[in-house]
């Protein structure tokens, strides 16, 4: 059972508190927030998803920057307080359009309602935004959704000309536009997050897409949606599919690892003609999931020059490569490259005229990091990193030779939606 939920911002202020138990001393928002901001157990970047202080266990997930964040007293499963979360915090963006800490303030009375009905004395009771509409009677106050971010991790692949607008999917599901009318619109998002890591000399060694097929739904009347997907679709390692992915063209046939269904998906026909049949609840949900872990073209190519710069010193050149057409435009790129353990300090360089781009150097778990906000296809950028190691762990007169080799051999990560 939950003793209380909140949403903290990332300045740690109280947007929503619920005590339902009074079993939690008070204070417990504070010592969440202190813990998670200067968490440094184990070297760790960033606070485990659980955890437990003076015998009370708080669980939480963070969300648009905002921490949802529940408490118990008891051994409850950990993973179904945080799908809990996740749902809630789903299920508010669906009533209010958008999540921010903006929106939150002003629809507070609206997201305590909701949360009355959600959980009940600590008790989950139900997270469908459809069944809720009985029992919520405040409108949504909208926010102007022109301030947000025009592009966000769902826009990896955007053509300028044809990118819709941010106001598309960012109004409540249960606020009728102006005159009373009725939005009959669907929107689908495939959502493809690849990671892929690459030797020094841009050979890949490993290669994951974690994809997800997202829809919002405004219709009404619970029409039956088919969604057809492409028909030489195969699943499982075994599969007879040849494998071809192209991310790209949308040719080929793509063999997945593996994948799930939302629960309102019927898969009848689907081992047939690949076609999903379903009534789309109302607010936004994943039709399906999947992953796929056999080799693919990757629209990146990132390789790295080790060189020597003198006694317990060297440089690191890193370079990525966009292998795709000049008129797409990739964002939020993250590429990580791990270092020796006696790194003590590292300086970086971005090329002249650099815009967008971000260097940090993550002394927890060793690694360089470099984002990237946006790319164009065809383009190619670097950067340098001045690496100072600790001369306690490797003695004065080691040569660097055998130093720069060892480098050469670790790998560069890229992460990208």
């Given at each position: 059972m939950i003793s209380q939920f909140f949403v903290l911002s990332q300045r740690g202020d109280h947007i929503v508190f619920r005590d339902y138990r009074g079993e939690v001393p008070k204070g417990s928002a504070e010592i969440f927030f202190r813990k998670v901001k200067f968490w440094n157990e184990d070297e760790a970047e960033e606070a485990p998803p659980v955890f437990n202080i003076d015998g009370v266990n708080y669980v939480h997930v963070k969300v648009a920057g905002l921490f949802f964040v529940v408490t118990t007293m008891v051994n409850i499963s950990p993973s179904l307080l945080l799908e809990l979360l996740q749902r809630i915090a789903r299920v508010t963006k669906d009533y209010l359009g958008v999540l921010n800490e903006d929106s939150l303030r002003k629809n507070?009375?609206?997201?305590?309602?909701?949360?009355?009905?959600?959980?009940?004395?600590?008790?989950?009771?139900?997270?469908?935004?459809?069944?809720?509409?009985?029992?919520?009677?405040?409108?949504?106050?909208?926010?102007?959704?022109?301030?947000?971010p025009p592009l966000g991790p769902a826009a990896m692949f955007m053509q300028g000309t044809k990118r819709m607008p941010g106001t598309a999917v960012t109004k409540s599901v249960v606020a009728n536009e102006p005159g009373g009318k009725k939005r009959e619109e669907i929107f689908v998002d495939i959502i493809e997050k690849i990671s892929v890591t690459f030797s020094s000399s841009g050979y890949i060694l490993t290669s994951e897409i974690d994809g997800t097929i997202q829809m919002k739904s405004y219709l009404s009347g619970n029409p039956e949606i088919r969604l057809a997907l492409n028909e030489d679709l195969g699943i499982g390692k075994n599969s007879s599919s040849t494998h071809d992915y192209r991310s790209s063209s949308g040719g080929g046939s793509v063999v997945l690892d593996d994948c799930n269904f939302h629960e309102s998906v019927q898969l009848d026909s689907f081992d047939i003609d690949r076609t999903l049949h379903l009534i789309p609840p109302d607010g936004e949900f994943p039709v399906m999931n999947y992953r796929m872990t056999q080799e693919f073209k990757p629209p990146f190519r990132v390789t790295a020059l080790i060189e020597e710069a003198g006694p317990s010193r060297a440089e690191v050149l890193l370079k990525i490569r966009a292998d795709f057409p000049a008129n797409v435009?990739?964002?939020?790129?993250?590429?990580?490259?791990?270092?020796?353990?006696?790194?003590?300090?590292a300086s970086f360089e971005l090329e002249a005229g650099a815009v967008g781009q971000t260097t940090d150097f993550k002394e927890g778990t060793r690694r360089l990091e470099w984002n990237l906000k946006?790319?164009?296809g065809g383009s190619e950028h670097t950067l340098r990193a001045k690496l100072t190691f600790s001369q306690e762990s490797h003695g004065m007169h080691l040569s660097l030779a055998c130093l720069v080799y060892a480098l050469s051999g670790l790998p560069a990560i890229l992460h990208f939606l």
């Amino acid at each position: 059972m939950i003793s209380q939920f909140f949403v903290l911002s990332q300045r740690g202020d109280h947007i929503v508190f619920r005590d339902y138990r009074g079993e939690v001393p008070k204070g417990s928002a504070e010592i969440f927030f202190r813990k998670v901001k200067f968490w440094n157990e184990d070297e760790a970047e960033e606070a485990p998803p659980v955890f437990n202080i003076d015998g009370v266990n708080y669980v939480h997930v963070k969300v648009a920057g905002l921490f949802f964040v529940v408490t118990t007293m008891v051994n409850i499963s950990p993973s179904l307080l945080l799908e809990l979360l996740q749902r809630i915090a789903r299920v508010t963006k669906d009533y209010l359009g958008v999540l921010n800490e903006d929106s939150l303030r002003k629809n507070f009375i609206l997201v305590y309602e909701l949360l009355d009905e959600v959980i009940d004395f600590g008790y989950p009771q139900t997270t469908s935004t459809e069944a809720l509409k009985s029992y919520i009677f405040n409108e949504p106050i909208m926010v102007d959704a022109g301030r947000l971010p025009p592009l966000g991790p769902a826009a990896m692949f955007m053509q300028g000309t044809k990118r819709m607008p941010g106001t598309a999917v960012t109004k409540s599901v249960v606020a009728n536009e102006p005159g009373g009318k009725k939005r009959e619109e669907i929107f689908v998002d495939i959502i493809e997050k690849i990671s892929v890591t690459f030797s020094s000399s841009g050979y890949i060694l490993t290669s994951e897409i974690d994809g997800t097929i997202q829809m919002k739904s405004y219709l009404s009347g619970n029409p039956e949606i088919r969604l057809a997907l492409n028909e030489d679709l195969g699943i499982g390692k075994n599969s007879s599919s040849t494998h071809d992915y192209r991310s790209s063209s949308g040719g080929g046939s793509v063999v997945l690892d593996d994948c799930n269904f939302h629960e309102s998906v019927q898969l009848d026909s689907f081992d047939i003609d690949r076609t999903l049949h379903l009534i789309p609840p109302d607010g936004e949900f994943p039709v399906m999931n999947y992953r796929m872990t056999q080799e693919f073209k990757p629209p990146f190519r990132v390789t790295a020059l080790i060189e020597e710069a003198g006694p317990s010193r060297a440089e690191v050149l890193l370079k990525i490569r966009a292998d795709f057409p000049a008129n797409v435009t990739a964002n939020t790129i993250t590429v990580q490259m791990p270092v020796p353990s006696y790194t003590m300090r590292a300086s970086f360089e971005l090329e002249a005229g650099a815009v967008g781009q971000t260097t940090d150097f993550k002394e927890g778990t060793r690694r360089l990091e470099w984002n990237l906000k946006k790319i164009v296809g065809g383009s190619e950028h670097t950067l340098r990193a001045k690496l100072t190691f600790s001369q306690e762990s490797h003695g004065m007169h080691l040569s660097l030779a055998c130093l720069v080799y060892a480098l050469s051999g670790l790998p560069a990560i890229l992460h990208f939606l």
